[in-house]
Nanobody, 128 residues
Framework: QVQLVESGGGLVQAGGSLGLSCAAS????????MGWFRQAAGKEREFVAA????????YYTDSMKGRFTISRDNAKNMLYLQMNSLKTEDTAVYYC?????????????????????WGQGTQVTVSS
């Protein structure tokens, strides 16, 4: 079992920045990748970014490239998402997720079905 706890959400004005954190605990050695997803009110959950736990490249939804940065600290079992140039359409509940499945194809981690464990979510609200 892996437990995930997000923090860092809140209210920010459009154009501002916000950083999210996700603390992982439990059988973190079983993780192959971690990701961030978000779900806006009335919409389906969507992929934001992912990173392989062992290192390597990062992956983003096109609309977030250049604005969001995913990173990890293996020693602390922490996952981060730095969000810059925020837009009102970035308003959503942001979820941290962990995958214990190995996929050679990185695009597999764009799907929420690749993830076994989820945090409770943290609200991000961007005001105009």
């Amino acid at each position: 079992q892996v437990q995930l706890v997000e923090s860092g959400g809140g209210l920010v004005q459009a154009g501002g920045s916000l950083g999210l954190s996700c603390a992982a605990s439990g059988r973190t050695s079983s993780m192959y990748a971690m990701g961030w997803f978000r779900q806006a009110a009335g919409k389906e959950r969507e992929f934001v970014a992912a990173i392989r736990w062992s290192g390597g490249p990062t992956y983003y939804t096109d609309s977030m490239k250049g604005r969001f940065t995913i990173s990890r600290d293996n020693a602390k079992n922490m996952l981060y998402l730095q969000m810059n140039s925020l837009k009102t359409e970035d308003t959503a509940v942001y979820y941290c997720a962990a995958s214990t499945q190995y996929y050679g194809r990185s695009s597999s981690y764009y799907s929420d079905s690749a993830y076994d464990y989820w945090g409770q979510g943290t609200q991000v609200t961007v005001s105009s």
